[in-house]
């Protein structure tokens, strides 16, 4: 069972953080190369519908999995190693990010997008895109955390 909650979880990881690298790394440049600003706010405003309803389940999994194994592998906070505190400490803090960015600004972009207002929209957008970038950065590093602990003892 643990191995089955272990697969899930870092399945669900790598769909979170490879996401994000997806769309920080490759999607947004691309899109501002190619696209103006109108087409830009509405390509991105379907790529985050979609990610976000991916998200909306994938976080809670992630959490629950993790605490599965925290207290049926390790017993609690208290018998478990160095690294499995930092990556609850990030994992929740990762996921009260998304929980800001998907019910703060991400509802601003969609009814800016609804009225037309495109300032509105571009400016909920950028604080998305900051919301992510910084979601990224800590994702990467809970993973580098997570392989390094995981062989480090």
Same mark, same amino acid.
């Given at each position: 069972?643990?191995?089955?909650?272990?697969?899930?979880?870092?399945?669900? /990881?790598?769909? &979170?953080?490879?996401?994000?690298?997806?769309?920080?790394?490759?999607?947004?440049?691309?899109?501002?190369?190619?696209?103006?600003?109108?087409?830009?706010?509405?390509?991105?405003?379907?790529?985050?519908?979609?990610?976000?309803?991916?998200?909306?389940?994938?976080?809670?999994?992630?959490?629950?999995?993790? &605490?599965?194994?925290?207290?049926?592998?390790?017993?609690?906070? #208290?018998?478990?190693?160095?690294?499995?505190?930092?990556?609850?400490?990030?994992?929740?803090?990762?996921?009260?990010?998304?929980?800001?960015?998907?019910?703060?600004? &991400?509802?601003?972009?969609?009814?800016?997008?609804?009225?037309?207002?495109?300032?509105?929209?571009?400016? /909920?957008?950028?604080?998305?895109?900051?919301?992510?970038?910084?979601?990224?950065?800590?994702?990467?590093?809970?993973?580098?955390?997570?392989?390094?602990?995981?062989?480090? #003892?």
């Amino acid at each position: 069972m643990i191995t089955a909650l272990y697969v899930v979880h870092v399945l669900g /990881a790598v769909i &979170w953080v490879g996401g994000m690298v997806f769309a920080m790394a490759v999607l947004r440049p691309a899109a501002h190369a190619a696209l103006e600003g109108p087409q830009r706010l509405a390509l991105m405003q379907g790529v985050f519908a979609r990610f976000f309803r991916v998200l909306y389940h994938v976080v809670p999994i992630l959490i629950l999995t993790g &605490w599965a194994m925290l207290f049926g592998w390790y017993r609690g906070f #208290g018998a478990s190693i160095w690294h499995v505190h930092l990556m609850h400490a990030a994992g929740l803090v990762m996921a009260a990010i998304f929980g800001f960015v998907a019910f703060v600004p &991400w509802r601003r972009m969609r009814a800016a997008m609804e009225t037309g207002d495109r300032p509105a929209a571009a400016a /909920a957008l950028e604080t998305i895109r900051k919301g992510v970038l910084v979601n990224m950065v800590i994702g990467l590093g809970t993973v580098a955390v997570a392989t390094w602990g995981r062989f480090s #003892g």
